[in-house]
C-alpha cells in the first residue's frame, strides 16, 4: 500500500526527518506516537504532498508520488484529514463534506458515500445546514474525519484526532477510526493519547527527533517498559 524510503525533510537549516523508513500495508491501522516536535506532524504532510521532501521515495501501490502535487495524490487515494481540523468554518456542514469530494464526478456515488458518512456521524446529518464554524470541537474533528472520507480514500491520514476533545468523545472518535477501517480504509494514525492509539492499531512506529527508534504491534508496543515509562505515564 504506502513505503516511505529513506525520507528527509528540511525546514531551513532545521533537518526535520533524518531518513526514516516505513510502510503500512493495505487494510491495517498505523500509528505514530511520540512527543510533540518529532517529526510526526511533518510526516503526514509529506506524505499527503503539502511539504515538499528534501530526498526520499513515497511509494503508494508501486507508483513513487514523492513529486506529485497534493491534488494528484488525492486522486492517487491520499485523504488527509489535519491537526486542527481546518474545517471551512462559513460553509455548511453539507458544503464541507461536498468539498471533499471535489475531484469526483460520480454523483451516485458521492451520493452514497454521503450517506455512509452521516451513518458514520448521524449529528452531522442533523447539522448538515448549520455553519461548520458554530459546531463544537468534537462534531467539527468528525466533519474533517467525514470530508477526508467523501473522496473516497485508499489510505486516511489523520493527525491528532483526539485533541482538545472530551474523554467520552475520544472514545467516540476511536470506535470511528476502528469502525472506517474495518469498512475497508486502510489507516495512518497520528496521535498523542499514545495508549489509546496503540490500543487499535495493527502496528505503530515511535518517533523521535526526526527519526524511527521503534516500531513493532500495537499491543507489544503497549507492553514495552520503554514505551510505558515515556509515552504511557508508567
Do not use: C
Amino acid at each position: 500500500m504506502l513505503e516511505i524510503r529513506d525520507l528527509h525533510v528540511h525546514f531551513g537549516v532545521i533537518h526535520a526527518l533524518k531518513g526514516i523508513s516505513m510502510t503500512v500495508n493495505d487494510g491495517e491501522i498505523v500509528t505514530l506516537i511520540g512527543a510533540n516536535g518529532a517529526g510526526k506532524t511533518t510526516t503526514l504532510r509529506t506524505i499527503s504532498g503539502l511539504k515538499k521532501p528534501t530526498s526520499g521515495d513515497i511509494i503508494l501501490n508501486g507508483t513513487n508520488i514523492a513529486g506529485m502535487s497534493a491534488r494528484q495524490r488525492v486522486a492517487m487515494g491520499i485523504s488527509h484529514a489535519p491537526e486542527g481540523r481546518r474545517v471551512f468554518p462559513a460553509m455548511t456542514v453539507l458544503e464541507n463534506l461536498e468539498m471533499g469530494a471535489y475531484l469526483r464526478k460520480d454523483k451516485a456515488e458521492v451520493a452514497k458515500d454521503l450517506k455512509m458518512v452521516y451513518d458514520l456521524f448521524p449529528i452531522l446529518a442533523d447539522r448538515q445546514k448549520q455553519p461548520a464554524g458554530t459546531l463544537s470541537g468534537g462534531e467539527q474533528q468528525m466533519l474533517a474525519i467525514g470530508r477526508a472520507l467523501m473522496s473516497r480514500p485508499k489510505i486516511l491520514l489523520l493527525d491528532e484526532p483526539s485533541l482538545g476533545l472530551a474523554p467520552l468523545l475520544v472514545q467516540e472518535i476511536f470506535n470511528i477510526i476502528k469502525d472506517v477501517n474495518r469498512a475497508g480504509t486502510t489507516v495512518l494514525l497520528v496521535e498523542q493519547n499514545a495508549r489509546m492509539a496503540l490500543q487499535i492499531a495493527h502496528r505503530a512506529y515511535v518517533m523521535e527527533t526526526g527519526s524511527i527508534v521503534l516500531s513493532g504491534g500495537g499491543a507489544e508496543l503497549l507492553q514495552s517498559d520503554q514505551v510505558k515509562k515515556a509515552y504511557l505515564g508508567g
